[in-house]
């Protein structure tokens, strides 16, 4: 069993006998959803994705259009 420790709260996580680049992890002590990155050292990050994302889409797209109405 490999086990690795949160990038938040530094709690124990135990990633299982295979571990695949991309999988995702829930950390069991605050809820947090990590990726593996990198296997060999064993490296998480935290993973991006989701509605805050698509906002900041929205908001440079909504800038460029009215920067150049004003022009
Ligand atoms: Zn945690």
């Known amino acids: 069993m490999t ?3 949160c990038l938040d709260c530094d709690h124990e996580i135990e990633l299982g006998f295979t571990l695949t680049m991309g999988q995702r992890v829930k950390c069991p002590n605050c809820g947090v959803v990590l990726e593996i990155i990198s296997t060999d050292p064993i490296e998480l990050d935290w993973v991006y994705d989701g509605p805050a994302m698509n906002v900041d889409w ?3 797209w909504w800038r460029i259009t009215t920067s150049s109405t004003d022009r």
């Open 58 to 60: 929205g908001k440079s």
């Open 3 to 5: 086990v690795t420790y």
